[in-house]
C-alpha cells in the first residue's frame, strides 16, 4: 500500500441481516425524489409525486468510512423505498464506476426487484433480487437498482475502494431498458 493511501484500523459492523440496518454507520446519503427528475420517463409524474408527497427520500445508502483507494472494499446498505412513477419501478440513479474495471456484489437481504445492467455498447441485461440472492455486476458494466415490491429493497454491497461512482454518463444515455408495472408484473420495455 502506497503512502496516499490511508492505513485504517480492522474494524467490524454489525448488520441486522433481516432489516439491513447497519448499526454505527458513519456515512448516511439519501436521494431526494427532486432529483429523480431526470431519470424518469414520465416527467410529469415525478413532479406531481415530489409536489403532491413534499418531495419525499427516493432511496438511502449507509456506509462506515473506507479510504477510496485500491486494495480496499468499500461496503455500504443501499435501501431503496417502494413505488411506482408513471408506472414505472422505483429505481436508483445508476452510475459506471469511474474506474471500469472494477466489478460490485450486491447481496439481496430484504425486498424484491431487479439490478439492471448495461455496457457503454448497448448490452442490456437485468438479474432478479431476492433475500439472498447475491449479483454479481461485472467491470464496465453500470447499474441501477429496481424496486418492484412493496417493502424497501435492501442490498448489501461490495465493491473496490478506489471504484469511484460516474453519474454523468447515464444521466446522457439513460439505460436501454425501463421496468414498469404491467398487470401487477414487472415488464421490461
Ligand atoms: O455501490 C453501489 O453501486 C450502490 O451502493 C449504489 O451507490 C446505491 O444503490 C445508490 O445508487 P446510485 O449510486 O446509483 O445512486
Ligand atoms: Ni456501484
Known amino acids: 500500500m502506497t503512502d496516499t493511501q490511508k492505513r485504517i484500523e480492522p474494524f467490524g459492523v454489525e448488520i441486522d441481516?433481516?432489516?439491513?440496518?447497519?448499526?454505527?454507520?458513519?456515512?448516511?446519503?439519501?436521494?431526494?425524489?427532486?432529483?429523480?427528475?431526470?431519470?424518469?420517463a414520465d416527467t410529469d409524474a415525478i413532479r406531481d409525486l415530489v409536489e403532491s408527497q413534499g418531495n419525499p427520500i427516493h432511496y438511502?445508502?449507509?456506509?462506515?468510512?473506507?479510504?477510496?483507494?485500491?486494495?480496499?472494499?468499500?461496503?455500504?446498505?443501499?435501501?431503496?423505498?417502494?413505488?411506482?412513477?408513471?408506472?414505472?419501478?422505483?429505481m436508483t440513479k445508476g452510475h459506471y464506476h469511474t474506474v471500469l474495471e472494477t466489478a460490485e456484489?450486491?447481496?439481496?437481504?430484504?425486498?424484491?426487484?431487479?439490478?439492471?445492467?448495461?455496457?457503454?455498447?448497448?448490452?442490456?441485461?437485468?438479474?432478479?433480487?431476492?433475500?439472498?440472492?447475491?449479483?454479481?455486476?461485472?467491470?464496465?458494466?453500470?447499474?441501477?437498482?429496481?424496486?418492484t415490491g412493496s417493502v424497501p429493497l435492501v442490498s448489501l454491497c461490495h465493491y473496490p475502494g478506489d471504484a469511484g461512482h460516474n453519474y454523468g454518463d447515464i444521466v446522457e444515455e439513460g439505460f436501454p431498458k425501463r421496468c414498469f408495472d404491467r398487470g401487477g408484473k414487472p415488464a421490461f420495455e
Open 60 to 90: 438511502e445508502v449507509f456506509e462506515k468510512t473506507i479510504p477510496e483507494a485500491a486494495g480496499h472494499i468499500r461496503v455500504c446498505i443501499s435501501k431503496l423505498l417502494p413505488g411506482k412513477v408513471g408506472g414505472e419501478f422505483f
Open 105 to 147: 456484489s450486491y447481496l439481496c437481504l430484504a425486498g424484491e426487484g431487479f439490478l439492471l445492467m448495461k455496457t457503454s455498447e448497448g448490452r442490456c441485461l437485468w438479474e432478479p433480487f431476492r433475500p439472498g440472492r447475491l449479483v454479481y455486476c461485472p467491470p464496465s458494466w453500470a447499474h441501477r437498482s429496481i424496486n
Open 17 to 40: 441481516l433481516l432489516t439491513g440496518a447497519m448499526k454505527d454507520f458513519d456515512n448516511y446519503k439519501k436521494t431526494m425524489a427532486s432529483t429523480m427528475i431526470p431519470y424518469y
